[in-house]
DNA sequence: TGTATAATTCAACACATGATGAATTATACG
DNA sequence: CGTATAATTCATCATGTGTTGAATTATACA
């Protein structure tokens, strides 16, 4: 495999190039975490040259940032699903289903653990993902649940949520990684419920 | 603060660096996560040479295995703990008690943040993570579970704890991070109820 | 058309890191 | 006592990293 080099200065046509750079970079942030994605690794992904990130980015931070939170206006689709129920009993299967798309849908997965991966290490990360968790999962789930303790127990659903995908995607516990995500909603289902109408005494 | 140069060759009388390098590789891996946590770093906070962790270790991976599995031999406290219990109904409050205690004692939060932080990064840790979840939490879980489903079951269980520990410890959520271990504790033991008596139809 | 600006490549810097090997001093032990 | 071995310091290497700046070519626009 010789390595081609290619023409001076700037291309002729249209270019979005600034748009693959991003798809490389979220895609193997989700992957390797925010250390082992070198900015030359993003380049050759894009198939790009390695300054070219930096000049479209200034920094791997900035990239990170840009890459793990593309259009995120409006509300959320936890915040949607969440408005059509209204009594506490539909909770948990709305709750669950929704668990089953955020796990099959590839973007807003590859966020996730994007965020986790580098949360891990990276305190910054940690902040980006504490904001995110926070008004994305906690905020809806509390504000739907009510009641007393509400925060808590949204920050413990939460908590479930993102300890599900630890476990099934960067840890890759081996029943949690070859379960069906069918299955998994089913077994969530009865606990989301538990959450929602145990110690209600408002 | 003047760099005093310490005197060539061995010290005099006892030593116990090789302890002290692991006490402070622990804690270091833990607060940090392994890439941040560099070879100098643990040398400086265990006042020794540089070259002495990888004298005694040949390898920072030697050495984060080292410092993250102490001596783990024996049965798990939390297989003694599930030992002592026969009903369904007391798996609650019993598991509940041992979170509990896991969060409390620092000696294991550090070495379960450190595997989390580690395992978020490096796939070897991830293997590392992996074994010591299902050794130690899901195993244990799924055997005085018993039952259809047992093994998802404890893997959901053992899921959420871990879930509990990365947004407590790791990313910093606000409610998970100031709530009181009693409190959450509280707040689980429906929870795990849930898991120990729903869809038992073995 | 002409000129400022954007896109791209290339070379290189500065720095931190894990790792190695030689030199030096103390201990263990026959 | 004498010698192999362990513990420690020091200097250094090789490598990968984010980042920078200059040079080059195309586009936008007045």
Redesign the pocket.
Known sequence: MAKQ?????????S?D?RRSILEAARRLFSEKGYEH????LVAAAAQ?????P??YF????QLFLEAMLPDYQGPSRLSQALATISTPEAFGPAIAVLIVRIMEDPETRNILTGLIRAAASEPEAATLMRVFVEEQIILPISRALGGSQANLKASLLGSHIVGIFLTRYIVGLDTMASADPTEIAEMLEPIISTYALVHNDQ
């Open positions: 080099t290619k023409p001076l200065g700037r291309r002729s046509g270019n190039t994605t070198t900015i030359r790009v040259d390695p300054a070219l930096m000049h200034k920094t791997k931070q």
